[in-house]
């Protein structure tokens, strides 16, 4: 007996943790040796008492092993905890570079219609003035033909980087395609869309475009609109807003470019078709 109290403390951190994972099988286990030992306890013979004593370093080794497959299974579910979150980073990523436009670093199409949609559904549940502005590169294509169109995405960096200082933490830029941007602004109205408009513009002519070696000035024309009470989805709200910017700088591109145009400067059937 002396011998199996020794190998039980030995072993008393391995019996907490059998306890604890496999608890129910560990206490059935326990109260069937014990009822032998007791059984044995009143026969003082000598192979009775050794019998006790092979079952309990049996039900010892036996507790050992839980404990042994207990510490695995914590292994395998750190291991599954583990990658199910390098799982979730990598999907995350994912979504990420989906959205991205690789270019720039802005949001693309698909980032900007997310979260245009979202604002839409804000300003019309909340009444909250919401406008926003298209952007297009006047005569890029000039610069890809005499500077090549590694320097033209130099510049396409360096519009979107302009853009981004010039604005606020709460307004979003994203590439629309092309030489083309769309900022959105929350809370905005339409005379303020055109001031905020009117400062880009100002700070893109005054940027000198740069790669460390060649140079280009660039100017940009730029439509202005704001939201108006829908009774379309937001998404399709959406689509309608993008719709009268887009037509609104056109008119800015006929107009002469390096300028800006608002949706009221549109004819009223164009007003409407967009």
């Known amino acids: 007996m002396t011998t199996v109290r020794a190998m039980g403390t030995r072993v008393g951190g391995e019996l907490r943790e059998a306890w604890r994972v496999l608890g129910p099988q560990w206490a059935a286990m326990a109260g069937a040796t014990g009822s032998l030992f007791a059984l044995f306890g009143t026969e003082p013979d000598a192979g009775a008492r050794a019998f006790a004593i092979a079952l309990g370093l049996l039900s010892l080794g036996l507790a050992g092993q839980l404990a042994l497959n207990a510490r695995a299974a914590r292994h395998r579910e750190r291991g599954l905890a583990e990658a199910r979150t390098a799982l979730e980073a990598q999907s995350a990523l994912l979504v990420q ?7 720039t670093g802005l949001a693309n199409r698909r980032g900007l219609m997310d979260d245009l949609t979202a604002e839409v559904y804000r300003a019309l ?22 500077s090549g169109h590694a320097f033209g995405d130099t510049v396409l960096h360096e519009v979107a980087a302009t853009l981004r200082a010039a604005l606020r933490a709460s307004d979003l830029v994203a590439r629309y395609g092309g030489e083309e941007f769309v900022v959105v602004l929350p809370e905005t109205d339409l005379p303020s869309a055109g001031m905020t408009a009117e400062k880009l513009r100002s700070a893109i002519e005054a940027h000198d475009f740069t790669d460390g070696e060649r140079h280009a000035r ?12 829908s009774r379309m989805s937001p998404a399709d709200t959406a689509r309608r807003l993008l719709g009268k910017a887009d037509a609104a700088m056109y008119a800015a591109k006929h107009a002469g470019r390096n300028r800006v145009r608002w949706e009221t400067d549109l004819p009223r059937e164009l007003r409407r078709a967009a």
């Open 97 to 103: 570079l989906a959205r991205s436009d690789a270019v």
């Open 218 to 229: 660039v100017t940009v024309s730029l439509g202005v609109a704001t939201l108006t009470d």
């Open 125 to 146: 549940r909340y009444r909250r003035p919401l406008s926003v502005l298209l952007i297009d590169v006047d005569h890029f294509k000039r610069v890809n033909d005499t």
